[in-house]
Structures are given as C-alpha cells and as structure tokens.
C-alpha cells in the first residue's frame, strides 16, 4: 500500500513526522485531503485542525495548526506551522480566555494595526476552539 511521510513543524519544534495514508487540512482556498502521488501544490493554510491518518495503526492524529504553508510533493507532505499544538495538548479553557481578551482588545485598538492584530489572534483562538470541540466528539 502506497504513503506518504509528513512532517508537521512549528517555529519552536517537530511536531510529527511519520507515514500517513491520508492528510486533510484547512487550505487559504479550502479543505485539502491529500493521498500518496498528489500533485505537487505549495499553499498557505489558514487556522484549524491537520488530521493524518497514520499508515503504522490506523489512527489518526490530530494537529492544530495557527496557520502557515502546505508543501506536497510526490511522496512527502510537510506543513510548516507557525505555530502547531498537539490535539491531545489543546486547553479548551485557555483558548477560550484568549479570545476573550482578543475580543477586548478589537474594542480597544488606537490604529488599524491593533485591531487587525487582535482580529487576527481572535480568528486563530476561534479556530482552535472549534478544532478542539471537533476532536473531542471523536
């Protein structure tokens, strides 16, 4: 059976690197599943959760990814995160105060640099959230 190694790294570490059968993430354009021998793409992806299918047991492993780029090629899938977090490390209560407190400071912001900065971190804490309640039905 045909896979594909991914690699899934953040600025500060590695988060996964194995063989997968299958890996779906949230694409600038939309969701992407990507299968062994896919095109070669280089894209950016917007926040939520990175699932791969591990070739070795079956299971899937979930990622959340802050955003970032998507490169694939032929045989290797690697997401450079500019940040990532393991599902299992996901603090649902965390993100829900970061939201909050990047909701207050939209309110707050003196110039349309600040308010898109917050825009920004509160979109990145919403995602988050609806990735960690996704992963927890499963």
Do not use: C, W
């Not at 190694?5 to 949230?26: M, N, Q, R, T, Y």
């Not at 694409?27 to 791969?52: D, F, N, Q, S, W």
């Not at 649902?92 to 407190?101: I, R, V």
């Not at 110039?111 to 927890?136: H, N, P, T, V, Y």
Request: proline share 4%; aromatic share 6%; hydrophobic share 45%.
């Amino acid at each position: 059976m045909a896979t594909l190694h991914v690699d899934v790294v953040s600025a500060e570490e590695s988060i996964f690197s194995g063989e997968a059968k299958f890996v779906a993430l949230p694409g600038e354009m939309g969701e992407l599943g990507i299968y062994p021998r896919h095109t070669p793409l280089i894209t950016r992806i917007r926040p939520g959760a990175v699932r791969i299918q591990r070739a070795d047991n079956n299971e899937e492993e979930f990622v959340f990814v802050a955003g970032g780029i998507l490169e694939v090629q032929p045989g290797t899938v690697t997401v450079l995160a500019d940040t990532a977090i393991r599902g299992g490390d996901l603090d649902e209560a965390k993100a829900a105060e970061a939201k909050q407190l990047a909701a207050e400071a939209m309110k707050n912001a003196k110039s349309d640099i600040d308010f898109a900065k917050a825009q920004g971190e509160f979109a990145a804490m919403a995602a988050q959230i609806a990735a960690l309640r996704k992963f927890r039905k499963k």
